[in-house]
């Protein structure tokens, strides 16, 4: 299969698949198979996959039932499986490939091949959304720094920070990681085009990626790892049921081509 792909193209599938073996202990997964042994969190994954992913494939984007889909997840999901996907801390490409593609973000976050929105306009229909309005102003209230000194963060205020930030996913101003070499955060927006009020605009886009609170709270969640994690592990480890098998060189995928086989092998690696 990796002379008939291209290694380019083999490589694009290993960071998709992310399969602890090919990354060298990748939490990410680990947060994966955590959540596939529970079957609550599964079931909201598999939702909110198959609305955001299903259609993507063929060109199309159900964006609100995605919206929909993942608000159910983080809203009623077991908080130490959702937020370890979207928090999983990482120290590869790989893994923070992994942890920037958990939610599909070519339909829930950035649209396929579509130049960022200005941020004015998000915030805008934040501003306008019964869903959207209030999360924003609990992340703005978790998330900000003591008064006082405008530079520290309250002790136990990362928790707490957390839950705000996964409630904006699934809003109109649905946050991601920019890439996988950091954990830096923003919506899918800019402020280019903001005319006169471009100082609003670069405060807005400041509250994600010149906020020391929520990137305090995300670094630190390394620390607090849940235990159930390895609870879970512990008594349904078995990834070779779940990650999808790439055939060898010597048993190749007949008759296929890249274009339709990424579909599956995509929705097996979010699985």
Known sequence: MAHCMGPVLLLLLLLLLGSASFAGGNRCVDAAEACTANALCQRLRT????????RVVNGGCPRSRCHRALRRFFSRGPQALTH?????????????????????PACAFSGLGQEPPSCLARMDACERSRVCRPR????QASCASVPITQDSCLRDQGPSCLRAYAGLVGTAITPNYVDNASARVAPWCDCR??????????AFQGL????RCLDGAI????????????????????????????????RPLEGSSLQSILPVLVL???L
């Open 219 to 250: 670094q630190s969640f390394d620390s607090q790892w849940p235990s159930i994690l390895q609870d879970q592990l512990g008594s349904h480890h078995d990834p070779g049921q779940r990650l999808l098998q790439v055939p060898s060189a010597d």
């Open 84 to 104: 370890a996907l979207l928090f999983c801390p990482c120290a590869s490409p790989a893994c923070g490939e992994r942890r920037r593609q958990t939610f599909v």
């Open 193 to 202: 085009a903001s005319g006169n009020r471009r100082e609003e605009c670069e």
């Open 268 to 270: 097996q690696a979010l």
């Open 208 to 211: 994600f990626t010149r906020n």
């Open 136 to 139: 924003l102003l609990t992340f």
């Open 47 to 54: 939702e909110y996959v198959e609305q955001c992913l299903g």
